[in-house]
């Protein structure tokens, strides 16, 4: 009897447990809090991975290369192409050391000659004495970021000095769709393909059918992104400095971008609060003066690669660095090694969280400590995961707020200079202004988007023990990721 009524215990302790855990106090069954509604726009799957890349690469070869210039003229004999030493793997290898994961070809530039044997013209590697007229570079690229874990990109230059349809609306676009057609079913899965409207002051008048080729890209590779002036998926940064704007926006009206206008690279530099079109920016910038290689050129220093890094991948763009192979068809070693140097000293300022062990709280929590959106969650590590405030919260005069509380030994012996602040933006990105405290003083006033990732040097090392996060205004709740602090040794104090 006496373990009868035992069991009779337990069976109702365990359905009092059941009961609490599912109903909740109206008789409505419990479930966790969802999460807020989105602010739209926001992001494709594909447009969400190309921004946690954060660092690509682009690589521009070609017949400028061999004729020291920039822009070719069409004329270029093919028999000048020959890269002795041509080895895709090793450039590869040199966008690995810089942390990128994917990497650009440029696979027609502006004199039109083809880096792979398309049929549609004589003028490409058929008709050069490169691997006896049997190469194909795009070939040997796309295989070689496969084997090195990379994937790959394309840039298909609209101007083309060569062709003699160009300037025949119809004959010229036909031809260039069909180009489209060899890259994007030829060469495997394609991440990336560039379009822009480059062209001369005295270049033929051409009337580009941007709309057909970006309904051509999609029905080729659904899972690419469309890089242009407006998208659809990624849109330039307005300037080949690597530099977006202290403010930055991820959303623009595509409808006021016409591609190849000039007037428009503030637009979008900063983008637009109120777009209706998510079209993160991407900043370009090659690693040396020019876009090609030429024998009296050098690596931009590290310094300026780094301040490159925090004013793109620090004001949520991604990062795409050029590095153009020489007359050999290899990186030059010195600019290898200046991507090695770079990328070696972004994994050493980022790749210790100073902020690790702090205990977070915030203004408040959507669903209480346990409803899934804490303040703990900024310290995860996790894209998926992120704090926002109740419902309720953010009427206070100065706004949301989250605090980071670090062990007071690590406070006083481990000071940073780098403070990293990242939204969840696959529900669309909300913080529009933002101030950061260190032990009640501020050290970022003036603080604006956030994005992807927002990186704010300060003048000098800080050895705080409280950090806290302002938010003073917002389109919604924000959703924060990350908080994160470091510290930077590769800056001289006062020079940030």
Known sequence: MARSALLLRLAAALAVVFIVGVVGPSGCEAWRVPPPLPVLPVPSAAQLRWQRREVIMFFHFGMNTFT????????????????????????????????????????????????????????????????????????????????????????????????????????????????LHELLTGYGSVSEIWFDGAKGKNATNMTYHFQEWFQTVRQLQTSINIFSDDGPDVRWVGDENGSAGATCWSTVNRSMITIGEAGIEKYLNEGDPRGPDWVPPECDVSIRRGWFWHRNETAKPLAQLLDIYYNSVGRNCVLLLNAPPNTTGLVPDADVARLREFGAAVANIFGTDLAAGSAARASSERGGPSGGFAASNVLDGRDDTYWAPSAKDGGRRNGYWIELRRPAAAAAARPFNVVRIQEHVALGQRVERHEVHVDGAAVVRNGTTVGHKRLHRLPRPVAGATVRLWITARRGPPLISAVGLHLDPFVATDSM
């Open 68 to 179: 020291d210039s920039e822009w070719g003229t069409g004329a270029e004999d093919p028999s000048i192409f020959r890269p002795a030493a041509l080895n895709a793997t090793q450039w590869m290898d040199a966008a690995r050391a810089a942390g990128a994961s994917l990497a650009i070809l440029v696979a027609k530039h502006h004199d039109g000659f083809c880096l792979w044997p398309s049929a549609y013209t004589r003028h490409s590697v058929r008709a050069s004495p490169w691997r006896g007229g049997r190469g194909d570079v795009v070939a040997e690229f796309t295989a070689a970021a496969r084997a090195r874990g990379l994937d790959a990109g394309l840039y298909l230059s609209p101007w083309d000095r060569h062709d003699r349809r160009y300037g025949d609306e119809v004959a010229y676009n036909e031809y260039y769709e069909a180009q």
